[in-house]
């Protein structure tokens, strides 16, 4: 094998790991932890086992440390909750690189609960740092690695909706998806609902404990699941590695419905997205509507061969952080740009004009306009706007406008 | 009002159009000199450099090898630009026409009156040595050519004035005293005043010295002061007291434009 394919799914009580077209897999606990007397690194149970022996000190709750910009003190040094996630995720994906004789990542896909701009910034440094290139390294959202997961199973799981209830340590969450087949393309249509009912998952170890979350679990499903039709329905998460807690959820889920249990879901769903960035093909050609990916397409209308035609800068189903784009136009007798946001449903769409202020006066066709688009989250939109000038014949300016332009 | 999507062009080598003084690095700017400089495109623009920069920097090999091709099968060299501006995508139909027809009521001026038309617009252009050689090729026709004696005398005057603007005051002296002796212009006498008083050692016959009276003198001189209160307001002056106010960093790298500008003017300006 030339390079592993790995899925990702980092959480902050637990990781797992699997490589596409590979069975194993690894469920770590995201905590790493420092021998007190020696400069030695562990994670997962190992970590667990230092600590409880009073070698080592623990460090949990790693993303969040990340999110936070905080700091953890171990050994009388300060390490940042980077260079910590750094550690962490250099160890773990050792497992399947000693597991396969592999030194190579040839795609790494991580998948998140919540994927912001700032741990996806964190994730991408950690692969910098790990020497993996940023080409290879990719994070999506639960929702969108359940996308792949589903879709890359037989049709008749997916022909109705499709729903997901993923009990973990921190949260409780349902992602459903609906696929809608189109006149060009097929679009995937899919959501993410944090649960407010989420528990400890501690309960479950008690009789009493277990049937409060069985008519918790019952509850949720009566609401989420009436009047609709599912093909499918998938259990993941720490709290469905055993179900004998749930037997009336049970009851009420598998009721004319196929139910699977799926530990790694999330993860083998980033895995295969991972493959199908290595097609020069897609094997899934469809527009995913879902969250880190995004919901309007941005264009431009622009004059080109003497005709006016819409220039796509990023259309709806773009993974945002992904989403970079520059164009050069010339600006002929007018003194703003327009981009049009067209949202799924198009009676729905706007005009946003940013007036080109600053921009020295020339005359009509002399004034190139370099402007760039990148996105901050997958509701803003960030446009910068340089005056390039016109050559030797009118000399650029240091004119730039930044613009955040809300979806 | 339109956004006008550029073409990718990978451009290296930047062209340099002589007749301007200036690099082009895209099809548009190529565009734009062709259709607002027609006089100083219309003979040989089109060359070989022209065509491996078509072909190499703007990655636009299939014009290139049309060009090659109607240049070969001897197309008129009116057609070579006017397919440029139709291929780059710069100008649209109706402009190009305009183009094509401008450039045609050139082709039927007599031919001094073209040389002039093109000497004037490169003064106009400030690039007044060029402007001096254009205006001595009128001279230089057979005498039939040349037009009328009021013709000659604007051209030896324009001739004059490039050379005072190339600070040759010898030879600008020369030519406007040839413009005085064909139509005996007072406005001409009034710039060999000015000449002799911007220059004190130049040599002015006694025939004109005579016709330089005491009034013209003061009028000339009252010109002179009036220019230079002028001078003190112009604009560039006023952007340089600007730069000389900012912080050390910012005036350091602004002098380095502005003096790398004005070389380029001077260049220009004596090329």
Same mark, same amino acid.
């Given at each position: 094998?030339?390079?592993?394919?790995?899925?990702?799914?980092?959480?902050?009580?637990?990781?797992?790991?699997?490589?596409?077209?590979?069975?194993?897999?690894?469920?770590?606990?995201? %905590?790493?932890?420092?021998?007190?007397?020696?400069?030695?690194?562990?994670?997962?149970?190992?970590?667990?086992?230092?600590?409880?022996?009073?070698?080592? #000190?623990?460090?949990?709750?790693?993303?969040?440390?990340?999110?936070?910009?905080?700091?953890?003190?171990?050994?009388?040094?300060?390490?940042?909750?980077?260079?910590?996630?750094?550690?962490?995720? !250099?160890?773990?994906? !050792?497992? =399947?690189?000693?597991?396969?004789?592999?030194? +190579?990542? !040839?795609?790494?896909?991580?998948?998140?609960?919540?994927?912001?701009?700032?741990? &996806?910034?964190?994730? &991408?440094?950690?692969?910098?740092?790990?020497?993996?290139?940023? +080409?290879?390294?990719?994070?999506?959202?639960?929702?969108?690695?359940? %996308?792949?997961?589903?879709?890359?199973?037989?049709?008749?799981?997916?022909?109705?909706?499709?729903?997901?209830?993923?009990?973990?340590?921190?949260?409780?969450?349902?992602?459903?998806?609906?696929?809608?087949?189109?006149?060009?393309? &097929?679009?995937?249509?899919?959501?993410? +609902?944090?649960?407010?009912?989420?528990?400890?998952?501690?309960?479950?170890?008690? =009789?009493?404990?277990?049937?409060?979350?069985?008519? #918790?679990?019952?509850?949720?499903?009566?609401?989420?699941?009436?009047?609709?039709?599912?093909?499918?329905?998938?259990?993941?998460?720490?709290?469905?590695?055993?179900?004998?807690?749930?037997?009336?959820?049970?009851?009420?889920?598998?009721?004319?419905? !196929?139910?699977?249990?799926?530990?790694?879901?999330?993860?083998?769903?980033?895995?295969?997205?991972?493959?199908?960035?290595?097609?020069?093909?897609?094997?899934?050609?469809?527009?995913?509507?879902?969250?880190?990916?995004?919901?309007?397409?941005?264009?431009?209308?622009?004059?080109?061969?003497?005709?006016?035609?819409?220039?796509?800068?990023?259309?709806?189903?773009?993974?945002?952080?992904?989403?970079?784009?520059?164009?050069?136009?010339? %600006?002929?007798?007018?003194?703003?740009?327009?981009?049009?946001?067209?949202?799924?449903?198009?009676?729905?769409?706007?005009?946003?004009?940013?007036?080109?202020?600053?921009? =020295?006066?020339?005359?009509?066709?002399?004034?190139?306009?370099?402007?760039?688009?990148?996105?901050?989250? +997958?509701?803003?939109?960030?446009?910068?706007?340089?005056?390039?000038?016109?050559?030797?014949?009118?000399?650029?300016?240091?004119?730039?406008?930044?613009?955040?332009?809300?979806? | 009002?339109?956004?006008?999507?550029?073409?990718?062009?990978?451009?290296?080598?930047?062209?340099?159009?002589?007749?301007?003084?200036?690099?082009?690095?895209?099809?548009?700017?190529?565009?734009?000199?062709?259709?607002?400089?027609?006089?100083?495109?219309?003979?040989?623009?089109?060359?070989?450099?022209?065509?491996?920069?078509?072909?190499?920097?703007?990655?636009?090999?299939?014009?290139?090898?049309?060009?090659?091709?109607?240049?070969?099968?001897?197309?008129?060299?009116?057609?070579?630009?006017?397919?440029?501006?139709?291929?780059?995508?710069?100008?649209?139909?109706?402009?190009?026409?305009?183009?094509?027809?401008?450039?045609?009521?050139?082709?039927?001026?007599?031919?001094?009156?073209?040389?002039?038309?093109?000497?004037?617009?490169?003064?106009?252009?400030?690039?007044?040595?060029?402007?001096?050689?254009?205006?001595?090729?009128?001279?230089?026709?057979?005498?039939?050519?040349?037009?009328?004696?009021?013709?000659?005398?604007?051209?030896?005057?324009?001739?004059?004035?490039?050379?005072?603007?190339?600070?040759?005051?010898?030879?600008?002296?020369?030519?406007?005293?040839?413009?005085?002796?064909?139509?005996?212009?007072?406005?001409?006498?009034?710039?060999?005043?000015?000449?002799?008083?911007?220059?004190?050692?130049?040599?002015?016959?006694?025939?004109?010295?005579?016709?330089?009276?005491?009034?013209?003198?003061?009028?000339?001189?009252?010109?002179?002061?009036?220019?230079?209160?002028?001078?003190?307001?112009?604009?560039?002056?006023?952007?340089?007291?600007?730069?000389?106010?900012?912080?050390?960093?910012?005036?350091?790298?602004?002098?380095?434009?502005?003096?790398?500008?004005?070389?380029?003017?001077?260049?220009?300006?004596?090329?």
């Amino acid at each position: 094998m030339d390079g592993l394919i790995i899925g990702l799914d980092l959480c902050d009580a637990y990781t797992r790991i699997c490589c596409h077209d590979r069975e194993k897999s690894w469920c770590i606990p995201t %905590v790493i932890c420092r021998k007190k007397d020696e400069d030695a690194w562990y994670v997962g149970e190992e970590a667990y086992a230092y600590t409880l022996v009073g070698e080592g #000190i623990i460090v949990d709750k790693l993303i969040k440390m990340v999110r936070k910009e905080g700091t953890a003190t171990l050994g009388g040094i300060k390490y940042e909750g980077l260079n910590l996630l750094t550690m962490f995720l !250099k160890k773990i994906l !050792k497992l =399947p690189m000693e597991e396969f004789f592999c030194e +190579e990542v !040839k795609q790494l896909v991580v998948t998140l609960q919540k994927a912001d701009a700032k741990i &996806m910034d964190a994730l &991408m440094y950690c692969g910098d740092a790990l020497g993996i290139p940023r +080409e290879r390294i990719h994070i999506v959202s639960h929702t969108e690695a359940f %996308v792949y997961y589903v879709l890359s199973q037989k049709k008749e799981v997916w022909s109705n909706q499709v729903g997901v209830f993923d009990l973990s340590e921190d949260s409780f969450h349902y992602h459903e998806l609906k696929v809608q087949r189109g006149l060009r393309k &097929m679009m995937v249509i899919a959501e993410d +609902e944090a649960l407010e009912e989420s528990f400890n998952l501690d309960i479950l170890d008690t =009789p009493s404990g277990g049937k409060l979350a069985d008519k #918790i679990l019952s509850s949720c499903a009566d609401r989420l699941l009436q009047k609709k039709l599912f093909s499918s329905l998938f259990l993941t998460g720490k709290g469905f590695e055993r179900h004998d807690w749930a037997p009336d959820s049970m009851k009420l889920l598998c009721h004319r419905r !196929k139910v699977f249990m799926e530990p790694e879901l999330f993860a083998r769903g980033a895995a295969i997205r991972g493959m199908d960035y290595l097609q020069e093909k897609s094997a899934y050609p469809f527009i995913c509507i879902c969250e880190g990916r995004l919901h309007s397409t941005v264009s431009m209308r622009v004059l080109h061969k003497e005709r006016e035609s819409q220039l796509v800068v990023a259309a709806a189903g773009d993974n945002w952080y992904e989403s970079k784009s520059s164009v050069d136009l010339i %600006v002929d007798n007018q003194d703003y740009v327009e981009f049009m946001v067209t949202p799924m449903d198009p009676k729905q769409k706007r005009l946003i004009k940013i007036d080109l202020e600053g921009f =020295p006066k020339r005359p009509g066709r002399t004034t190139r306009l370099g402007i760039s688009f990148g996105f901050l989250d +997958e509701k803003t939109m960030a446009v910068v706007l340089k005056d390039k000038g016109f050559g030797e014949l009118f000399p650029a300016s240091d004119t730039i406008i930044r613009q955040e332009v809300m979806l | 009002m339109s956004l006008i999507l550029c073409r990718q062009e990978p451009v290296k080598h930047p062209y340099y159009f002589e007749g301007l003084g200036v690099r082009l690095y895209s099809s548009q700017e190529l565009c734009y000199v062709i259709y607002n400089n027609p006089l100083l495109v219309m003979e040989g623009f089109v060359d070989n450099a022209l065509i491996d920069f078509i072909r190499d920097d703007l990655d636009m090999a299939f014009l290139a090898l049309k060009l090659v091709k109607w240049q070969q099968s001897g197309e008129d060299g009116d057609e070579l630009l006017a397919l440029i501006l139709h291929e780059c995508d710069y100008y649209n139909g109706a402009e190009v026409s305009r183009f094509r027809q401008k450039l045609s009521s050139y082709r039927r001026m007599p031919e001094a009156e073209f040389l002039k038309e093109r000497a004037d617009y490169l003064f106009s252009r400030k690039q007044y040595g060029k402007s001096a050689a254009e205006y001595q090729k009128i001279l230089d026709l057979p005498k039939g050519s040349r037009g009328s004696e009021v013709f000659q005398a604007k051209i030896y005057n324009n001739l004059g004035a490039s050379y005072a603007r190339l600070f040759m005051t010898d030879k600008a002296y020369l030519a406007y005293q040839k413009s005085f002796d064909l139509v005996k212009s007072s406005e001409v006498l009034k710039r060999i005043c000015h000449l002799s008083q911007w220059n004190p050692g130049l040599v002015i016959s006694e025939r004109l010295k005579v016709l330089i009276t005491e009034e013209l003198l003061q009028e000339s001189g009252q010109d002179r002061k009036e220019a230079e209160e002028k001078a003190e307001q112009a604009d560039s002056l006023l952007e340089l007291d600007k730069l000389f106010q900012k912080d050390p960093i910012k005036r350091f790298q602004g002098a380095g434009e502005l003096v790398q500008k004005w070389k380029q003017e001077y260049r220009n300006i004596m090329s």
